[in-house]
């Protein structure tokens, strides 16, 4: 039998149904995916009360600012440590790769008018929906004179999502409370914002959302309602399935 050292240093899974398979979900050929491997990362520590200890958690705080500097902090100090490694090829060090992890999952809140509270749902189709230069001709949502990523960013290379809705998330920099700001089927504060970040370094992402309120006027008294519940689906429906 194979130990599960040999199988993390050979660095993909060959799918042969090895019994002490280490990486997640298990025997799926060539994935690469293993727990070391993800980060998990979330606006606030309110979101997970504190059952994530056993992840490697990065919280960004609120908005997009926030999101896109501690998310690029967080994976440019992992590369400048890869500079100076000096592990070989067969090494079990992350640092052996350009991408300081193999996945990235974001979890938080978030409103929809189209999907009921209390779901959790995946998203992995990402807009910036506060992004409005259409009086210049761009559409809405699109950055002006950049070509690269798209106007909405669509993660590739995804092994991994047990839900398989792929809702469409539209970031901003405002709480939702009426349909001006509404655009995609769920609203947050982040999302875009760390899968752009991804989409640059190349890293393979995927956001989980637990829809706390309507996105409406009741959306702050649903929100406060609602939030501590949702930590406990993302466990259960995620989390679990990569153990």
Excluded at 125 to 145: A, H, I, N, S
């Amino acid at each position: 039998m194979l130990s599960r050292e040999f199988l993390s240093k050979r660095g993909y899974c060959c799918g042969h149904g090895c019994l002490m398979c280490p990486y997640i979900p298990k025997h799926i050929e060539g994935n690469k995916v293993m727990k070391k491997n993800i980060l998990i990362v979330s606006a606030l520590e309110v979101e997970t009360q504190g059952k994530l200890d056993d992840w490697d958690v990065l919280y960004t705080g609120v908005g997009k600012v926030n999101a896109t500097f501690n998310l690029t902090h967080k994976l440019s100090t992992l590369l400048d440590r890869r500079q100076n490694c000096s592990c070989e090829v067969t090494c079990d060090c992350p640092m052996v790769n350009n991408i300081p992890y193999n996945l990235i999952i974001n979890y938080g809140t978030a409103g929809s008018r189209k999907i009921k509270k209390k779901t959790l749902v995946d998203c992995t189709k990402f807009v910036q929906r506060d992004m409005d230069v259409t009086g210049l001709g761009f559409l809405r949502g699109e950055t002006p004179f950049e070509q690269d990523p798209p106007v909405i960013i669509q993660p590739q290379n995804i092994d991994f999502n047990p839900i398989g809705r792929n809702a469409t998330c539209g970031t901003g920099d405002c709480f939702v409370e009426d349909k001006s700001q509404y655009y995609g089927e769920v609203v947050d504060m982040e999302a875009y914002a760390l899968a752009k970040v991804c989409y640059l370094y190349g890293v393979p992402f995927i956001s989980f959302k637990y829809i706390t309120d309507g996105a409406d006027e009741q959306a702050h008294e649903d929100w406060e309602a609602n939030l501590a519940d949702g930590i406990v689906e993302f466990k259960e429906k995620v989390l679990d399935k990569l153990q």
